[in-house]
Nanobody, 130 residues
Framework: QVQLVESGGGLVQPGGSLRLSCAVSGFGFDYYARGWFRQTPGKEREGVSCIDNNNGETNYADSVAGRFTISRDNAKNTVYLQIDVLEPKDTADYYC???????????????????????WGGGTPVTVSS
């Protein structure tokens, strides 16, 4: 059974940094792409960033471009989200998702949205406050 487990969230002051991790465990799942999404109460889950597992290409939401960096360590089966210059508006639960087909990869890594089947992690909270 495939599992995604996020870690690295926490409370940070405005202007600070965090590095989120998403580790994949289990078998029988060849993911095409992994992405980071975030969600606040009462709002839809928002695509933040994606990394294509085939060629390493990345994409970012306009609201985070220049402050967030997605990367991967294939040996550890882990994807990271480096978040710098945090702002209070970045406060949210952050989720990692993985898709296992080309259609899902296209939607996630071009449109930062979910189409088809996606495996989600349980999320990690990020709170930006002074």
């Amino acid at each position: 059974q495939v599992q995604l487990v996020e870690s690295g969230g926490g409370l940070v002051q405005p202007g600070g940094s965090l590095r989120l991790s998403c580790a994949v465990s289990g078998f029988g799942f060849d993911y095409y792409a992994r992405g980071w999404f975030r969600q606040t109460p009462g709002k839809e889950r928002e695509g933040v960033s994606c990394i294509d597992n085939n060629n390493g290409e990345t994409n970012y939401a306009d609201s985070v471009a220049g402050r967030f960096t997605i990367s991967r360590d294939n040996a550890k089966n882990t994807v990271y989200l480096q978040i710098d210059v945090l702002e209070p508006k970045d406060t949210a639960d952050y989720y990692c998702g993985a898709v296992h087909d080309a259609r899902g990869r296209q939607a996630m890594c071009v449109g930062l949205r979910v189409v088809g089947t996606i495996v989600w992690g349980g999320g990690t909270p990020v709170t930006v406050s002074s």
